[in-house]
């Protein structure tokens, strides 16, 4: 515990009492704490919602939750220890009033940090990042936000170009691509984003059933600022949702994106965008079958499968990589011993199979039948 009890008035020092009687406890928990300013009740209660009672703890909990405003506005001005900014994240993690207060205390951890990084919205996101100087000190925190699908791609682009400015290095799936993207942009000097960033990992018809749109009664077109009409964004096929984004947008959308918008950003012409589809951490089973059957793949993409030791425990991977003649010979030929003998004998009849491979195969044929 991050607190000294004996900086606290003393009512709250017999509530944090280890030896304090339930009751008392109890009411504390429940922010009945006569006479304490705002600061030091939200203290109490906030320290009680990591107790080990787990009454005490649930009952702190929703009091931080339906906390009366006039006590959350004066506690958002004091300086709550670091525990307690963690519950208070955890309360209130989209409120903007709480995020702005949490950013500006001294003692806010870390962990509070991630906490609202990954439960932001677009709004909250965008009040995260723009303190850079906690962002630096926090590289974990950008991590969140770029992982977390609500925070915008201008939001999450800005962020990786401070990571890249700065030498850091982060901790995302495809962090080297993106990067590797934001120095080619910053050499580039592109102009102005594009407007396609803020519909991301939405589909049409997901987008529309939430809004209760009518999509065969709206207006499908809209007029621009300069007078030119254009289909609106929601409207678009998802090939010219992508079409439309920077490398670095792409990135990110490969990486936290649907299946759908995978399998389309897997064959992007960017080997950084391939890379970071075959990267994503949501990448499933079944688009990995898909993306190891298919013979136009890049050879980038098939190597970043074969190591992920997840997807490959799946025999039809395993099968899909040592067939598929793009996969790099290496390891193509580590994953021969693991196939069946039945998949070996028509694998090394096969035209379809490297001549390289298919030796391999005849090989492990070989060893198979010498142990019998």
């Given at each position: 515990m991050d607190i000294?009890?004996?900086?606290?008035?003393?009512?709250?020092?017999?509530?944090l009492a280890p030896d304090a009687p339930v009751p008392l406890r109890t009411m504390a928990a429940r922010g009945v704490l006569p006479g304490l300013k705002p600061g030091d009740i939200v203290t109490v209660v906030g320290v009680l919602a990591a107790d080990p009672d787990?009454?005490?703890?649930e009952t702190a909990r929703a009091t931080l939750a339906k906390l009366p405003a006039p006590v959350l506005a004066g506690a958002l001005t004091a300086d709550l220890p670091g525990i307690v900014t963690e519950q208070l994240a955890d309360a209130h993690p989209r409120n903007p009033d709480v995020v702005l207060g949490l950013l500006g205390m001294p003692r806010t951890t870390a962990a509070a940090l991630e906490r609202?990084?990954?439960?932001?919205?677009?709004?909250?996101g965008e009040i995260i990042a723009t303190n850079e100087e906690l962002m630096l000190k926090n590289p974990s925190v950008i991590e969140k936000l770029y992982m977390n699908k609500a925070v915008r791609m201008s939001t999450a682009d800005r962020l990786v170009e401070l990571a890249v400015r700065n030498g850091l290095e982060l901790g995302i799936p495809a962090f080297k691509e993106a990067a590797a993207a934001i120095k080619n942009e910053l050499?580039?000097?592109?102009?102005?984003e594009l407007t396609y960033d803020d519909v991301l990992f939405k589909q049409t018809e997901e987008v529309a059933k939430a809004a209760e749109i009518a999509v065969e009664a709206e207006d499908t077109h809209e007029v621009d600022d300069e007078g030119q009409e254009k289909v609106r964004e929601k409207f678009l096929?998802?090939?010219?949702?992508?079409?439309g984004l920077t490398v670095t947008q792409k990135i990110r959308r490969a990486m936290l994106g649907t299946a759908a918008e995978r399998l389309l950003l897997v064959r992007d012409s960017n080997r950084l965008v391939q890379a970071a589809a075959a990267k994503s951490p949501q990448l499933s089973e079944?688009?990995?079958?898909?993306?190891?059957?298919?013979?136009?793949?890049?050879?980038?993409?098939?190597?970043?499968?074969?190591?992920?030791?997840d997807l490959v425990r799946s025999y039809q991977v395993k099968m899909n990589l040592?067939?598929?003649?793009?996969?790099?010979?290496?390891?193509?030929?580590?994953?021969?011993?693991?196939?069946?003998e039945s998949d070996l004998k028509i694998?090394?009849?096969?035209?379809?199979?490297?001549?390289?491979?298919?030796?391999?195969?005849?090989?492990?044929?070989?060893?198979?039948?010498?142990?019998?």
């Amino acid at each position: 515990m991050d607190i000294d009890l004996s900086l606290l008035p003393v009512p709250a020092q017999r509530a944090l009492a280890p030896d304090a009687p339930v009751p008392l406890r109890t009411m504390a928990a429940r922010g009945v704490l006569p006479g304490l300013k705002p600061g030091d009740i939200v203290t109490v209660v906030g320290v009680l919602a990591a107790d080990p009672d787990p009454t005490i703890s649930e009952t702190a909990r929703a009091t931080l939750a339906k906390l009366p405003a006039p006590v959350l506005a004066g506690a958002l001005t004091a300086d709550l220890p670091g525990i307690v900014t963690e519950q208070l994240a955890d309360a209130h993690p989209r409120n903007p009033d709480v995020v702005l207060g949490l950013l500006g205390m001294p003692r806010t951890t870390a962990a509070a940090l991630e906490r609202l990084a990954m439960a932001a919205d677009e709004r909250t996101g965008e009040i995260i990042a723009t303190n850079e100087e906690l962002m630096l000190k926090n590289p974990s925190v950008i991590e969140k936000l770029y992982m977390n699908k609500a925070v915008r791609m201008s939001t999450a682009d800005r962020l990786v170009e401070l990571a890249v400015r700065n030498g850091l290095e982060l901790g995302i799936p495809a962090f080297k691509e993106a990067a590797a993207a934001i120095k080619n942009e910053l050499i580039a000097e592109p102009s102005e984003e594009l407007t396609y960033d803020d519909v991301l990992f939405k589909q049409t018809e997901e987008v529309a059933k939430a809004a209760e749109i009518a999509v065969e009664a709206e207006d499908t077109h809209e007029v621009d600022d300069e007078g030119q009409e254009k289909v609106r964004e929601k409207f678009l096929p998802l090939h010219a949702q992508i079409a439309g984004l920077t490398v670095t947008q792409k990135i990110r959308r490969a990486m936290l994106g649907t299946a759908a918008e995978r399998l389309l950003l897997v064959r992007d012409s960017n080997r950084l965008v391939q890379a970071a589809a075959a990267k994503s951490p949501q990448l499933s089973e079944n688009e990995a079958v898909r993306m190891t059957a298919s013979r136009a793949m890049s050879d980038e993409v098939l190597r970043i499968i074969a190591m992920n030791k997840d997807l490959v425990r799946s025999y039809q991977v395993k099968m899909n990589l040592v067939t598929n003649p793009r996969t790099p010979f290496s390891f193509a030929t580590r994953l021969v011993p693991h196939l069946r003998e039945s998949d070996l004998k028509i694998m090394s009849k096969s035209k379809n199979v490297s001549g390289a491979v298919a030796q391999i195969v005849l090989q492990q044929l070989s060893r198979k039948d010498k142990r019998r």
